[in-house]
């Protein structure tokens, strides 16, 4: 790997989420808490959810989080809380799947910047394999917790 | 580079018998190996006795009636033989293949559970240690869990090393097994493993040391160590040892293997089998049921037949002197602390060290741009990480190939790190 592929992994925009998390720790009120692990590195993260129903449908009131790891499972939690908090869980989902999609891609996945916006910065990261399990530990977390809270509403 | 003493002599020479250490990257980046302790390079006599082998005299062994036949069962049987030679075996029927380090630590905790003299039941106590690898902990954990006796263990000091202080105590007459590590693949501690085995064959204990980071760089010789030393069983894996993956070995004292009940049952592993029962081959064929992996002893035996022929006291030095070397380049890199003990003398060539203000993740990504190879993560020893209140660490780990300019290299990487990541 040259520096150049080096700087596509850790863009600037990377490095400042990680240096300056966004929404870090974990608050109440939450309706599910998750805690989810990467296990060959020991990557871990326990992530809050808190649901509120709105005019407009059910809406991500917070997400906060508590996480140990690289700078990559850092700032993609950070980027992660930036993107579906205040969003209704329908748009935040769909903002997941589109993450999901620019993870897997293998790098040949063009991101869409109005749908990501700071998560466009995580494109690099898609061509290291070893590396997009770090990116999303948080955001499959936060899936998870999201599910949780909506099946005990369901109830 | 031949002003640091200890250094294997012609040195140079002694690389270009690692091919992968030719390999370079985009730009014409070299490699620079540094973690030998994950798993070894392969030195070109291993590649080619196993090519040779699938290539000549390949054949299923003891049981085919014909030349190749009996050609691989000599190259396979002389490849104990060799083992058996490397450990200073007492007796070569002593040597049991299996297929990795963990292999022959499950093979020891299981039958251990099942039946016979030996076996362990409630209110036995099994001893460990907090820097074991998983692979020395989980199999104790789950002989625990499933015979009713409870796991003890041995906490470390600050320094990284053994703490011993609380042995009487550990050790003790409803101690029936102590297994631990000879060398720490995270902290690099060498542990007593002669005082160990006097406190636990006083009491009636059976030892069980993993030694898969001290056969590659520490000369072992278990017919020299007096009977109250010497381990009643030893583990490590071809792979480390300049070896191939896919062999291991479980060497054991004659009397113990025969008092244990096999481990898994199948074709090769019996005397005679009739629908109604079976009776079982002698050592060490018991232990070692269906088809093994033949090429891989080969290799391994021409593995460790290489290292002896380098001499193991002369790896050994080697080893001492880069890690002295490296932990005096590592602390020259500020913000870097390094865990486990700092006197070359008393660790292996397994050095880890936290990087304050980057995570080993990023360390060892932007490391590798350099094209220097180490480890990330909890190496397996999560318990050593949460002793010391981190999760994870970079590793960097020689062997017999690695150079002082290797060392060099990895400062640099570092020092670029830091840079990198914009740390004063």
Redesign the interface.
Known sequence: ???E??DS??QEII?DHYKNPHHKGLRDPYEAEVHHVNP?????VTLRVHLAEGPEGTRVEDVSYDA?????S?ASASVLTDLVIGKTVEDALAIHEEFLTLMQGKGAVEPDEDVLEDGIAFAGVAK?PA?VK?ALLSWMAWKDATAQTLAKEAR | MSEIPGLLPELEVVRKDFPILERTFEDGVPLVYLDSANTSQKPQIVIDTMVDHLERHNANIARAMHHLGAEATEAFENARDVVAGFLGAPDRDEVIFTKNASEALNLVANTLAWSGPLRVGEGDEIVITEMEHHSNIVPWQLLTERTGATLRWFGLTDGGELDTSTVDDLINERTKVVALTWVSNMLGTVNPIAEIAQKAHAVGAVVVVDASQAAPQLPIDLAAMTEDERPDFLAFTGHKTVGPTGIGVLWGRRALLEQLPPFLGGGEMIETVRMEGSTYAAIPHKFEAGTPPIVEAVGLGAALSYLSHLGMDAIHRHEQAITAYALEGLQSVSGLTIMGPLDAARRGGAISFELDGVHPHDVAQVVDSRGVAVRAGHHCAKPAHARFGVQSSTRMSSYLYTTPAEIDALVEALEYTRSYFKLA
Do not use: H
């Open positions: 790997m040259t520096a592929s080096l992994l850790y490095l060959p590195c020991g990557d871990e140990v790891g690289c700078s990559i850092q290291f590396r770090c």
